[in-house]
């Protein structure tokens, strides 16, 4: 008995790997598209931070 459980076993495990491949991929494009998106708000916002500044100071200056 125990041989064929095994055997169940084995082939459970063969089944499952291969969606667990393809999910994987599937959250790397994610992963991989929030991250570039993430990057771009901190680019822009880090360059309307510095424009925001630089207005301040000239009307402090003023």
């Not at 925001?52 to 009307?59: G, H, K, T």
């Given at each position: 008995?125990?041989?064929?459980?095994?055997?169940?076993?084995?082939?459970?495990?063969?089944?499952?790997?291969?969606?667990?491949?393809?999910?994987?991929?599937?959250?790397?494009?994610?992963?991989?598209?929030?991250?570039?998106?993430?990057?771009?708000?901190l680019?822009?916002?880090?360059?309307?931070?510095?424009?925001?500044?630089?207005?301040?100071?000239?009307?402090?200056?003023?």
């Amino acid at each position: 008995m125990q041989p064929g459980f095994r055997q169940v076993e084995i082939t459970a495990l063969q089944s499952s790997e291969a969606p667990m491949a393809e999910s994987s991929h599937v959250e790397m494009n994610a992963h991989q598209q929030t991250y570039g998106s993430f990057v771009r708000l901190l680019k822009y916002g880090a360059a309307a931070c510095f424009v925001a500044a630089f207005v301040v100071i000239l009307l402090i200056a003023n």
